[in-house]
């Protein structure tokens, strides 16, 4: 009983979820829950009211938590975490000590990884990649081939995107 009542409460969090829960497992380290064609290792945490689905892949000490979503293709792994709200998808890998929160999105073949930070709204998607200590926030969008990397902020409504390279300390505001 206590396997259903949980799965209609992830239901209310995450509406579009199918009315049963065949397929699905919660993961022992955590409770969060894991589609069965999804791959998260033991030493892994999924938590909350996070989803881990389609073929993903969450090793190593990667946590997933609140209400995150990881999905698609995506691998999260090493040290990463992803938490909030934050929705990693497509084939998009995030490593290392690398944190992806809030409302933050990294899909398509983005990569974000180091001590690197997304988190507000932002958005990394392609084949960008956001490394070292670099920090992506707020409505910031960082796409195509771009690199954000070093010390480097990317924030506001700022666009980061074709073959650009932001890094050092470099601080890219957007407004309006």
């Known amino acids: 009983m206590e396997h259903n009542e949980s799965w209609e409460a992830i239901r209310k969090v995450h ?27 033991s030493d892994a945490r999924v938590s909350g009211e996070a989803l881990v689905y389609d073929e993903a892949r969450v090793y190593d000490e990667a946590q997933v938590y609140g209400e995150a979503q990881v999905c698609g ?11 909030g709200e934050a929705l990693v998808y497509g084939e998009a890998l995030v490593y290392g000590k690398a944190r992806v929160y809030s409302d933050a999105q990294v899909y398509g073949k983005a990569q974000v990884s180091g001590d690197a930070l997304v988190y507000g709204d932002a958005l990394v998607s392609d084949k960008a990649w956001v490394y070292g200590k670099a920090r992506v926030y707020g409505k910031a969008l960082v796409f195509g081939k771009a690199l954000v990397y070093g010390k480097s902020q990317v924030y506001g409504k700022a666009r980061v995107y074709g073959d650009a390279q932001v890094y050092g300390e470099a601080q890219v505001p957007g407004g309006g």
Do not use: R
Not at 73 to 83: H, P
């Open 15 to 41: 509406p579009w979820l199918p009315s049963s829960s065949e397929g699905w497992h919660k993961h022992p380290n955590g409770g969060g829950w894991v589609q069965d064609t999804a791959n998260v290792s």
């Open 73 to 83: 293709k995506a691998w999260v792994f090493g040290e990463a975490q992803v938490y």
